[in-house]
T-cell receptor, first 113, second 110 residues
Framework: DTAVSQTPKYLVTQMGNDKSIKCEQN?????MYWYKQDSKKFLKIMFSYNNKELIINETVPNRFSPKSPDKAHLNLHINSLELGDSAVYFC????????????FGPGTRLTVL | SQKIEQNSEALNIQEGKTATLTCNYT??????LQWYRQDPGRGPVFLLL?????KEKRKERLKVTFDTTLKQSLFHITASQPADSATYLCALSNNNDMRFGAGTRLTVKP
């Protein structure tokens, strides 16, 4: 069974479009995260959700919005895509909110043309 | 500003030797430090976690040390194998903040 899954794995789109990336975890974890990994391989946290509440929001553009319909899902919606949004986006989850061991999804490679 | 540095972008060693990776940090007081492994095209995989009041942690061929005075963690892989080739990331966290280093790409040659 896949612990943390993301769809799609690849996403190619034009500037200005709106897109969503879905994430699901079947580990029963309370906290989920979104990370962005750029071309230099730096992994930067964007959001985390604990029990359906946003508990951290790094300085990301408000074009990015996390949506959590339930504890097992945290989707990432991006409006008005820009070239600089091209990166690999990872979803992750952990049992505890204080950043214990995190389980990462396989990543979604977003390319904005 | 807070900074996390991993000693080198790439490290090449011979099979059977011990690989030692370094993670240094400045302007940060982590409650704990984690090491992850990342293979190409995949998400990071958790390896070890060490808390600020711990000096050393071991798991099979892996050993992590944490020196809060030097602001440094060392990650050792003993009896290295080609299958250990990957990028290794250190991550520091404190309360609601978590930061990753850029990683060290380890290549173990047969």
């Amino acid at each position: 069974d896949t612990a943390v899954s993301q769809t799609p794995k690849y996403l190619v789109t034009q500037m200005g479009n709106d897109k969503s990336i879905k994430c699901e975890q079947n580990l029963g974890h309370d906290t989920m995260y979104w990370y962005k990994q750029d071309s230099k391989k730096f992994l930067k946290i964007m959001f985390s959700y604990n029990n359906k509440e946003l508990i951290i929001n790094e300085t990301v553009p408000n074009r990015f919005s996390p949506k959590s319909p339930d504890k097992a899902h945290l989707n990432l919606h991006i409006n008005s895509l820009e070239l600089g949004d091209s990166a690999v986006y990872f979803c992750a989850s952990s049992q505890v909110v204080d950043r214990g061991e995190q389980f990462f999804g396989p990543g979604t490679r977003l390319t904005v043309l | 500003s807070q900074k996390i540095e991993q000693n080198s972008e790439a490290l090449n060693i011979q099979e059977g030797k011990t690989a030692t990776l370094t993670c240094n940090y400045t302007n940060y007081s982590p409650a704990y430090l984690q090491w992850y492994r990342q293979d190409p095209g995949r998400g990071p995989v958790f390896l070890l976690l060490i808390r600020e009041n711990e000096k050393e942690k071991r798991k099979e061929r892996l050993k992590v040390t944490f020196d809060t005075t030097l602001k440094q963690s060392l990650f050792h892989i003993t009896a290295s194998q080609p299958a250990d080739s990957a990028t290794y990331l250190c991550a520091l966290s404190n309360n609601n903040d978590m930061r990753f280093g850029a990683g060290t790409r380890l290549t173990v040659k047969p």
